[in-house]
């Protein structure tokens, strides 16, 4: 497993601190995020899933902890829409050039509008994908807001 992807490259050329951390990612595991969070041995707060949909027909990406669910609902509203859903994976796949399971809101091939989880910065330092499965980069959920230039607002359950 390579430690180098788009995501960590970018990320470097933009001056942001972080560290990689890999675990073994088990495709048959359900949820990726807390299948993360469990091979880390964190907290699923602390660990964000990176999600992609639409709001009113645009492709976005929202990132929440591992252990909530998203509001379609309060995620339109981030953005001023009417209406969000999940993208289909071949879709969010083809849009953000990286595979489901290692999707990563860093160095997409399509840059998307991006929000993350108010409660998210709460914590000191996260995990977000970095852009290949079972690779985590961990890293202040502020300088990932502010590199993503995201929105931050509560959208989870």
């Known amino acids: 497993m390579s430690k ?17 951390r890999t675990y073994d990612y088990d495709p048959d595991g359900g949820q990726i995020g807390l299948q993360a969070a469990e091979a880390l041995g964190e907290d699923p707060a602390k660990v964000l899933k990176t999600l992609m949909a639409t709001i009113d027909g645009r492709p976005i990406c929202a990132i929440v902890p591992s252990n909530q669910e998203v509001s379609m609902k309060r995620l339109a509203a981030a953005f001023g829409g009417k209406s969000a859903s999940m993208l289909a994976p071949a ?14 809101p ?38 990932a807001a502010r590199y993503l230039q995201a929105v931050v607002a509560s959208f989870a359950n």
Do not use: M, W
Request: charged residues 20%; contains cysteine.
């Open 4 to 20: 180098a992807t788009r995501a960590t490259k970018v990320l470097q050329q933009a001056g942001v601190s972080f560290t990689v």
């Open 106 to 143: 860093f160095g997409q091939k399509r840059r998307c509008p991006v929000a993350i989880e108010e409660c998210a910065l709460a914590h000191e330092r996260v995990y977000i994908n970095g852009g290949q499965r079972g690779v985590q980069l961990h890293l202040s959920p502020k300088d």
């Open 91 to 104: 879709e969010a796949e083809r849009i953000t050039g990286y595979v489901v399971g290692g999707i990563s």
